[in-house]
Nanobody
Framework: QVQVVESGGGLVQAGGSLRLSCAAS????????MGWFRQAPGKLRELVATITSGGSTNYAESVKGRFTISRDNAKNTVHLQMNSLKPEDTAVYYC??????????????WGQGTQVTVSS
């Protein structure tokens, strides 16, 4: 069984920074792609950033140059450093991990979501 826990959300003023973390635990053999998504009220969930097992990254146009995704393979964690935050970044942020656990094929796991609120 795999558990995925997020942390690091909160309330910040425009221009401020937050760092989100997502940690997976359990009978994990490997993690392929890791990513962050977000969902604002009344909107669809959207991709924010992804990182492959080799470290290649991809970002939504709206966050390029402001957000940085990183991973620690030894700790099965992924981070999202968010700088120069804007009110339009307000959303619930979810991590998504492609995990191969003992006795199972690669499976997508989602974090519980963490609220990020940016005030103007």
């Amino acid at each position: 069984q795999v558990q995925v826990v997020e942390s690091g959300g909160g309330l910040v003023q425009a221009g401020g920074s937050l760092r989100l973390s997502c940690a997976a635990s359990g009978s994990i053999l490997s993690i392929n792609n890791m990513g962050w998504f977000r969902q604002a009220p009344g909107k669809l969930r959207e991709l924010v950033a992804t990182i492959t097992s080799g470290g290649s990254t991809n970002y939504a146009e709206s966050v390029k140059g402001r957000f940085t995704i990183s991973r620690d393979n030894a700790k099965n964690t992924v981070h999202l450093q968010m700088n120069s935050l804007k009110p339009e970044d307000t959303a619930v942020y979810y991590c998504n991990l492609e995990v191969r656990a003992l006795g199972r094929p690669y499976t997508d796991y989602w974090g519980q979501g963490t609220q990020v609120t940016v005030s103007s």
